[in-house]
């Protein structure tokens, strides 16, 4: 073949309809709906493994929307939604997610997803099938999150889409103030593929601790990264270079973890199971002069940014009784025995006193901190307390039952909040509010939906499972394609 031919030929093969950075769920969500839709399209995935890496193969696969049941009524769950969030939410954003969440579920399903039923506090919860063991560490492969990935890698295939991987990017292609296209190494050379859309779709900033502290807290080197670690911002920055307006930062989904994961290696086993949001919300969390340092009751999510925020986040421990070890800490995967096994620090003590030396916690401050929370526990007036302690979905436990305990905490980070705004076609906005022709964003690296002073977590499923769905359909709409196909 003629050399001429064979640059045409490579020209040709690195031009596409729409290009989507990150082979997560959103990124193949989006992809295979472009393909449904007659697009053109590629995923550019940085990771170069057959079962790559990232924290959509890693997740549980509770799917929710504030932790209710994505199947609802989307006026239901647009209810649920300002009601979480305080009214933070775009309103036009918000409608569109509520509105979809049950197609993007028939959707999934339609495609050969499989999901089973679990009961949550706030009733049912979809967990995509097969279903993950409750075992303490990661238990990923062959089970819900990874079989959905491989079987939509599996129908983008069959739709003629490719997943590229090993694929880098670096820049996105901005031409007359719209994007064209995105640069990438691949194979360690730098290519650029045309197109005329990009879906960023690569999972936000949760790795990178430059970014974290620069967005959430200056204390970004004293957290746990409870992900993947793939999460790097890079879609983050090449829109912003693009001229994307980014917001809604200071908020982050992660949970409490015991403090040995800082310093254990990963096979240690302490996250994602054992997850012991349970037992700080029956416990309490002190600071080293033994007193309470935040709300518990309010869950592991909003205690680990409230963590996160203290001049130290790894200086706090949680302090409960026997009773609550023997029994809180037995259901389901929440310490009990995976905290032994796993060969963790667990400081047990029949007197308080001798309890906080071995925590380095005041014995003087987490006396009189324990007698005031028994106190105002058996009195029913937790809202008194400084801070004051919610008592739902889970109340408080006096700790009052020999031997006590004392586990020493970090706040442990697996997604982020805000990044590039969006509108409800998913198509990135400047700060002014106008559209950047071409570039469209989707799951954990938009803004727009959650945080707040609320620390309102939407689901990373959700956002990845809607949102993949919108933004094909408006990168369809901008093409001149049917996106109801």
């Not at 859309?197 to 620069?214: H, K, L, P, Q, T």
């Not at 909003?302 to 023997?326: E, G, K, M, Q, R």
């Not at 970090?410 to 198509?427: E, Q």
Request: hydrophobic share 45%; aromatic share 6%; proline share 5%.
């Amino acid at each position: 073949m003629p050399q001429t031919s064979s640059i045409a030929y490579a020209a040709q093969q690195m031009q596409f309809d729409v290009v989507a950075i990150g082979g997560g769920f959103a990124g193949l969500i989006a992809a295979n709906r472009c393909a449904q839709l007659g697009l053109r399209v590629a995923v550019l995935e940085k990771e170069t493994a057959e079962r790559y890496l990232n924290n959509s193969r890693y997740t549980t696969g509770i799917a929710h929307i504030l932790f209710q049941d994505m199947r609802l009524p989307g006026e239901k769950l647009l209810e649920v939604i300002n009601q979480g969030t305080e009214g933070e939410a775009d309103p036009a954003l918000a409608k569109a997610f509520a509105d979809n969440s049950r197609r993007a579920i028939d959707w999934l399903v339609a495609e050969g997803g499989k999901y089973i039923l679990v009961n949550a506090p706030t009733g049912k919860s979809i967990m995509l099938a097969p279903p993950r063991r409750f075992k303490q560490g990661l238990d990923w492969e062959g089970h819900g999150a990874d079989y959905l990935l491989r079987k939509l890698e599996s129908n983008l295939k069959n739709r003629g889409g490719r997943l590229i991987r090993g694929a880098d990017a670096k820049a996105l292609a901005i031409a007359d103030g719209a994007c064209a296209g995105v640069e990438a190494v691949i194979g360690g050379k730098l290519e650029r593929l045309d197109a005329r859309a990009v879906v960023i779709a690569d999972g936000g900033f949760s790795s990178n601790v430059e970014m974290i502290r620069r967005y959430i807290t200056p204390r970004a080197d004293r957290l746990l990264i409870r992900s993947a670690a793939t999460a790097m911002g890079d879609g983050l920055r090449m829109a912003e270079a693009a001229g994307a307006q980014l917001c809604g930062f200071g908020a982050f989904y992660g949970h409490p973890v015991h403090r040995d994961a800082i310093t254990c290696p990963a096979d240690t086993m302490l996250w994602p199971f054992p997850m012991i949001d349970p037992l700080t919300q029956a416990g309490l969390v002190v600071g080293p002069d033994g007193r309470r340092v935040a709300d518990e009751g309010r869950g592991g999510i909003v205690l680990a940014n409230l963590l996160a925020h203290l001049d130290d986040p790894l200086s706090t421990s949680l302090i409960f009784d026997d009773l609550t070890w023997t029994t809180i800490a037995r259901k389901g995967p929440a310490g009990n025995p995976m905290i032994l096994s796993a060969g963790a620090t667990l400081h047990r003590a029949y007197k308080l006193a001798e309890l906080a030396t071995l925590a380095g916690v005041s014995p003087e401050g987490l006396t009189a901190t324990i007698g005031e929370f028994n106190t105002t526990i058996a009195k029913g007036t937790a809202a008194s307390l400084h801070p004051p302690r919610t008592m739902t979905p889970l109340a408080a436990r006096p700790i009052l039952h020999p031997p006590f305990y004392a586990l020493p905490l970090c706040s442990g980070i697996t997604a982020t909040m805000g990044g590039i705004a969006i509108d409800v076609d998913c198509r990135a906005l400047r700060a002014g509010g106008s559209v950047i022709p071409g570039l469209f964003a989707a799951g954990s690296t938009v803004a727009g939906l959650e945080g707040g002073k609320q620390m309102a977590y939407m689901g990373g499923l959700s956002k990845a499972f809607i949102l993949g769905l919108l933004a094909a359909e408006g990168v369809a709409r901008a093409s001149g394609k049917s996106a109801r196909t």
